[in-house]
């Protein structure tokens, strides 16, 4: 066998060795791939079952100090926090002092007993209610609210109104309506019932507070303007003009909020007779006054289903009567109170909520110049309490009802003084 022959068969057995060994590798390679693409698939499917598999709920973990709290997420009527606990929740009365607070709540309020009705359409909302000053017949007037809210703003305008003009071109006097003591004698006559109101409010959301403004000019009872043909002209003004501005820590306050305001109102009661005031058993004194003021609201115990809310507010008044009084009044008060709540029933669609607080009248001195005459005194009055019940049907329907008392004020005088109260509201939310 010569070289080439031995060379070649040499050759021909490397690459059979060669093509061995590469087979080899490449089974094994495969083999490699196949495991690793099986173990891929099986930890696909592992998560996809912990995907559509039961997870056991855990529920979040809500500190007693956060304005999250299940309790601030309801929105109440009239009945609730009628001391104005500034950590409680929202009340339809809260809602109407910081207007903001419409932007984006939809729902139709009713209360029979205050005769209140509010529909918010989550921008525009409008309210009807009744003014707290009746005019001659001791009736009261109808008010319209209309407004715009959009989150961190909000705006409302408010009129309730009532006039009447008589003008008498002949020569003998006029019943009005009948009534003998509202005779028109020949001339004009105008009269404005007391309940006519005219008011407006702002509100502005920035740095995490809430600052709002409003201001209220109310006819606080019938004022009337005589021009006779012959005689003196006669003019009777009741009414009054509050300003307030407030600000408040409420929405990004945790366990500690407050609100800093103060109020300023100008009282005008005279009679003139041709433009000169003169006394009258009928006037009432005119003042100027200006109230600054703190309120605070604390959680100082909380669960899932309870919390206790402890309030106050400081109240500092300063009251100066006008000409021809010489008389000044300065007063100092404080309003202490107590607020508990807790959800009833696993679903929590029942509430029982109950507060008590007072006016403590810490100190007060009044000065009159003209009667050479003082006074000081401090008195609490008398304690106001009150519960309130609340269910809510599924997330669209919830009704409250809430009674209450001046306690303390005697024996046996429960729910039968001047100071019993019963509210009872529902609410509508989309």
């Not at 115990?301 to 009084?325: K, M, Q």
């Not at 005194?377 to 309490?385: C, F, G, L, Q």
């Amino acid at each position: 066998m010569n070289l080439k022959t031995m060379f070649g068969i040499g050759l021909v057995g490397f690459g059979l060795a060669f093509a061995q060994d590469g087979s080899y590798e490449s089974t094994q390679m495969a083999q490699s791939l196949s495991e690793s693409e099986l173990q891929k698939q099986e930890e696909q499917a592992a998560a996809s079952e912990s995907l559509t598999s039961p997870v056991a709920f855990v529920k979040p973990d809500i500190p007693k100090e956060s304005k999250r709290s299940p309790f601030n997420a309801i929105l109440h009527g009239k009945s609730y926090n009628r001391h104005s606990n500034m950590a409680a929740a929202n009340n339809t009365d809260l809602l109407l002092t910081y207007p903001n607070l419409f932007a984006n709540r939809k729902f139709f309020y009713i209360e029979p007993t205050n005769k209140l009705g509010i529909v918010s359409l989550g921008s525009f909302f409008t309210a009807f209610d009744i003014t707290k000053a009746p005019h001659g017949d001791n009736q009261q007037l109808g008010r319209l609210t209309l407004g715009y809210a959009v989150p961190g703003f909000g705006v409302y305008i408010r009129a309730g109104l009532g006039r009447d003009k008589v003008t008498n071109d002949n020569n003998r006097n006029i019943n009005v309506e009948g009534n003998p003591n509202d005779v028109v004698a020949p001339g004009k006559r105008s009269k404005t019932f007391g309940g006519d109101d005219w008011a407006a409010s702002i509100a502005k959301s920035f740095l995490g507070m809430n600052i709002a403004a409003d201001v209220d000019w109310l006819t606080v009872r019938d004022q009337i303007h005589v021009e006779p043909d012959v005689g003196p002209e006669t003019e009777e003004h009741y009414d009054s003009l509050t300003v307030n501005l407030s600000l408040t820590n409420a929405p990004t306050a945790k366990n500690f909020t407050w609100t800093l305001g103060a109020r300023f109102i100008s009282f005008n009661g005279e009679r003139e007779v041709d433009d000169d005031v003169v006394a009258d058993n009928d006037s009432l004194d005119s003042f100027w006054e200006i109230d600054p003021y703190i309120r605070a609201g604390l959680s100082v115990l909380e669960n899932e289903n309870a919390r206790i809310l402890l309030g106050a507010a400081a109240i500092v008044s300063y009251r100066h009567f006008d000409d021809p009084l010489d008389r000044y009044a300065l007063t100092t008060v404080l309003q202490p109170s107590m607020l508990g709540e807790v959800f009833l029933g696993e679903n929590k669609n029942f509430m029982f909520y109950g507060e008590v607080g007072y006016d403590w009248v810490v100190f007060r001195y009044m000065k009159d110049d003209d009667a050479d005459y003082s006074r000081m005194m401090d008195v609490m009055n008398s304690v106001n309490a009150s519960v309130g019940f609340r269910y809510q049907y599924k997330d669209f329907l919830a009704v409250e009802l809430g009674l209450g008392e001046k306690l303390f004020t005697g024996l046996g005088n429960f729910f039968q003084a001047d100071g019993t109260f019963i509210d009872f509201s529902a609410m509508i939310r989309f």
